[in-house]
């Protein structure tokens, strides 16, 4: 397993947009497959975004057109592009990488919409 790291979560007012980056806390790991999930208070983990070892991607019907998932040329980081944001978008988001018993998670960023 790996340690996730994720990032550039914060306050943002509803129709705003952020960032979240993936990587790990040491060294360098390639992102072959990669997701990103949530988690709202009071609610399930959902699946937000799946990125593929071939590049294909897939969303949550909640963001599809609005939220982008990519991996930059080196594959050592993944991103969420969250355009258009909605209070329900608030949430933990939280990376996810099928390496090791379980998986690799990260700790999570926390998502805040609201105006």
């Known amino acids: 397993q790996v340690q996730l790291v994720e990032s550039g979560g914060g306050l943002v007012q509803p129709g705003g947009s952020l960032r979240l980056s993936c990587a790990v806390s040491r060294g360098i790991f390639r992102f072959d497959v990669a997701s990103w999930y949530r988690q709202a208070p009071g609610k399930q983990r959902e699946l937000v975004a799946h990125?593929?070892?071939?590049?294909?991607?897939n969303y949550a019907d909640s963001v599809k057109g609005r939220f982008t998932i990519s991996r930059d040329n080196a594959k050592t980081t993944v991103y969420l592009q969250m355009n258009a944001l909605k209070p329900e978008d608030t949430a933990v988001y939280s990376c996810?990488?099928?390496?090791?018993?379980?998986?690799?998670w990260g700790r999570g960023t926390q998502v805040t919409v609201s105006s």
């Open positions: 996810y990488t099928p390496l090791g018993a379980g998986g690799s």
């Open positions: 990125i593929d070892s071939d590049g294909s991607t």
